[in-house]
C-alpha cells in the first residue's frame, strides 16, 4: 500500500504539530509518512508536549523530532493546520483540512492531555479516511 505524505503544520512548530507528527508516526504509520513543520521554528519541541506525550503514550518526541520549516520537508499529498489563529500558510497538496486546535502551551497537564486525546482523535480518524479512501 502506498502511503500518504502528511505534513501538520502550525506556526512554531514546537507543540500540536509535533505531537500530531509524533502519533502518526507510532499509530497510523501503516499509512502515513508524517511530518511536521512552521513558517517558524523554536529552539526545542515543547517540553510540556515531551514530558505530556511521554507519560501518556511513552513516546520520546525529543528522539527523532527537531522544529522544521516548511521547506524542509517533502511536498506532502495532504496538509493538516493545526488551528492557526493566523493566516495559515498555503502549501501545494491534492487535500487539506483544518483541526482548529487551541494551543496548550503555558497550560495545565489537563489542557495538554485534552489537546493530546483530542489529536489523538483527529490522527486515528484520518487514518480511518485513508484507509477507506474516504477524503
Not at 526545542?44 to 522544521?68: G, P
Not at 483541526?99 to 489537546?115: A, I, K
Request: charged share 30%; with cysteine; net charge negative.
Amino acid at each position: 500500500m502506498n502511503k500518504y505524505k502528511v505534513a501538520f503544520i502550525c506556526v512554531h512548530n514546537s507543540c500540536r504539530s509535533q505531537i500530531a507528527e509524533a502519533l502518526a508516526r507510532e499509530y497510523a504509520k501503516d499509512v502515513i509518512l508524517a511530518f511536521s513543520a512552521g513558517t517558524e521554528i523554536k529552539s526545542e519541541i515543547n517540553q510540556d508536549a515531551v514530558r505530556m506525550m511521554k507519560k501518556l503514550f511513552n513516546i520520546d518526541m525529543n528522539k527523532f523530532q527537531y522544529s522544521k520549516k516548511i521547506e524542509d520537508i517533502p511536498n506532502p499529498d495532504i496538509v493538516i493546520t493545526m488551528g492557526c489563529n493566523v493566516s495559515c500558510p498555503a502549501i501545494p497538496c491534492s487535500y487539506s483540512e483544518d483541526w482548529g486546535l487551541d494551543d496548550p502551551t503555558g497550560q495545565s497537564d489537563e489542557v495538554f492531555t485534552e489537546v493530546i486525546m483530542e489529536i489523538m482523535e483527529k490522527v486515528e480518524s484520518l487514518r480511518e479516511r485513508l484507509l477507506r479512501k474516504s477524503l
